[in-house]
């Protein structure tokens, strides 16, 4: 009997985790947890334990992946651009930014254009291919690096870490907040002819999980803020990064792409994962720089 009884645990056992497993391999929803699961202690050590480069490294990475995605996209259209100009001068700009030097983040903002000028002078494409390249190119420079590269200095100021975490814990408990009940309760479609499957609840559900992750950030690790000043501020960052999303929306709409790769199960490509982020990482830096 001991030994039916341990057979039959076992069986139960590997019964449970065989379901755990199909979950997790055929929900969206199990795919996107399970990424988030495994995404989120990466984050916590580079952004409170890794020392200045590592940090660098890791955010050079998720440029360099969201660049490459982005030229993806636009190539699979026929849409002119430079990716190994872009790539090159995409990183040498967040290289700027941990530098610390203001002078060399103008370098490189006032040579970026320069350069795509100039590699196009001599170049054998129908002049409207050429200045299409260009803008396509400068312009997913200056979304993806220079957006995310705001991470860096605004991790070196005082309490630092403190605010790279305020802007995480806003912008993905908005998302997460603004994903479920969007998807259990949403009718009024947001920006229909941009997003069909975002809607008006889910973008209220988003603002209140953004205040919800501010207050959770004002008790565990920002108590030198208000209550107030956090939600208030919790409030502008969330609804930037829902602008960020349909920003990322409108261009995969223009570009014919469902999600901009797939490189995250459950959660699309790199893009996807940090369009939110996009605008409300410079918003916040610019913010406590100008509040001095």
């Known amino acids: 009997m001991k030994i039916g009884k341990s057979k039959l645990k076992i069986g139960n056992f590997q019964f449970a985790l065989s379901n755990f497993r199909w979950a997790f391999s055929n929900s969206p929803k199990g795919k996107r947890v399970l990424t988030a699961a495994l995404l989120l202690p990466v984050v916590i050590f580079f952004v409170l334990k890794a020392p200045p480069l590592y940090f660098f490294s890791l955010l050079s990475l998720i440029i360099l992946l ?29 290289l700027a930014f941990f530098l610390e030097k203001r002078e060399w983040i103008q370098l ?72 479920y009940v969007g998807r259990s309760w949403g009718r009024h479609p947001l920006a229909g002819r941009i997003s069909p499957k975002k809607t008006v609840e889910g973008a209220v559900g988003g603002l209140g999980g953004g205040l919800l992750g501010a207050w959770i950030a004002h008790t565990w690790f920002l108590g030198s803020w ?67």
């Open 66 to 94: 969201g660049l490459t995605e982005l030229f993806t996209m636009l190539s699979r259209q026929q849409q002119v651009c430079y990716p190994l100009p872009g790539l090159i001068l995409g990183e040498l700009l967040a």
């Open 108 to 179: 490189v903002l006032t040579a970026t254009p320069i350069t795509l000028l100039v590699s196009q002078l001599f170049s054998r494409r129908d002049f409207w291919e050429s200045t299409q390249g260009i803008s396509n190119t400068l312009f997913a420079i200056l979304y993806v690096s220079w957006s995310l590269s705001h991470f860096l200095p605004l991790r070196e100021l005082e309490d630092g870490r403190g605010y790279v975490f305020f802007v995480l814990w806003v912008i993905w408990f908005g998302d997460t907040a603004a994903y």
């Open 226 to 292: 208000s209550a107030i000043h956090c939600l208030l501020v919790g409030l502008a960052l969330n609804a930037l990064g829902q602008l960020g999303d349909l920003g990322e929306s409108l261009i995969k709409r223009g570009l014919e792409a469902k999600d901009s790769g797939s490189l995250l199960p459950g959660h699309g490509g790199m893009l996807d994962r940090v369009d939110s982020l996009l605008f409300a990482a410079p918003a916040m830096y610019y913010y406590l720089i100008m509040k001095g």
